[in-house]
């Protein structure tokens, strides 16, 4: 089987692209990436390394993707992934997300390629979800350990970013039926681990790990700035194990769609996760207080895996420990990743 990996020089594209090289021995596996993000050009390295080619393409050029060779699935990993990136610079959004999304469905029905579609819990309406925390007393740590299915209220408003990931989701609908092709879309809460570049607005657990590490400052932005937001957090390593299972299971199982997430054991508020990585590194660090909440900011987060346990007998297995220790580890050993991060 031949695979090309979408967004391959990101995060979770590299460590799912190694992944399957090494667990799925028969399959041929290919990279697709502009390296438009800070750290895609240390991961390409990675993939070279481990024998895998990257195409330096923008997902928005459909001339170049055409050309490219048949692959029997596509694995969509690229995006614009910021949400405040759907005010801060929404032709990119929208290209990337979108126009790209479509550009590949058009690949994928040329070649007769199933597609697996990594999506976001950000297709959710932001209304519905922040009436979950029906008032927030920005004073106290939120109690409710509700979780969120697949079936949650997917209205606007849910960000440009959102909007892009649901109607990625309605195009592949749109686009497959009817056609002997199969699809898996995987809406993903917050997924962390090594090799995650991570900013103020997108992959906050390892820069959360690296300003303890470094002992920078940091800030609590929203809902009054205490810190007492919560997500639950996925292990790339599980997300990898997932999709492996998915890719095996894809003759029986196919056109699903699920929640897939770290769950309520592996829930936490941004004041625990300064917790943990006091601990973890022995630094404490100075937190600014910004009490102002961004439109497109939610109180709470964490996923019913209900679906995904019953239809592959999954669960996610590494904890939130684990996480932060491997993080911690993969920024101290190399000195190129230490340096993105100082
Ligand atoms: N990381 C998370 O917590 C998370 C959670 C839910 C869903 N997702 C989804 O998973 C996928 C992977 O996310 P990630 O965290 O690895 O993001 P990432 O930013 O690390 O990786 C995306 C990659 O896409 C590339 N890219 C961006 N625009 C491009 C373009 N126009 N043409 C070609 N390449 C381009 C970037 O260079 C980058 O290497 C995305 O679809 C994202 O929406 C991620």
Redesign the pocket.
Known sequence: MKILI??G?????SNLAIYLKKNLKKSKIFS??????KG?EL?KNRLLKNGIKNYT????DIKKINRLPKFDLII??????AIEASRKDPD?VF???LV?TFNILKKCINDKSNIVF?????VYSIEKLRKIIKKINILKPIKTRKKISDEFETSSPSSLYGFT?LASEKLIHEMFYKTKLKFIINR?????GPW??GKQD??FVPLWVAKHIFKQKLSYIGFGGNGHQIRDVLHIDDVCEVILIQIKKFGKIYNQTFNIGGGVKNSISLKQLTEKCINLTGNRIKFKKISKTSIFDIPYYVTNNTKVKKFYKWEPKKDINIILEDIYTWIKKDKYVRNYFK
């Open positions: 979408t967004g020089c990101g995060f979770v594209g697709l990436d502009s390296l438009l993000r895609s991961n393409i923008k997902i928005e969509d990993c690229c995006a614009e992934p990119s290209k990337t997300n790209g990594l999506s976001s819990s950000r990931k993903f809460g917050v997924i962390a995650q570049f997108q992959g």
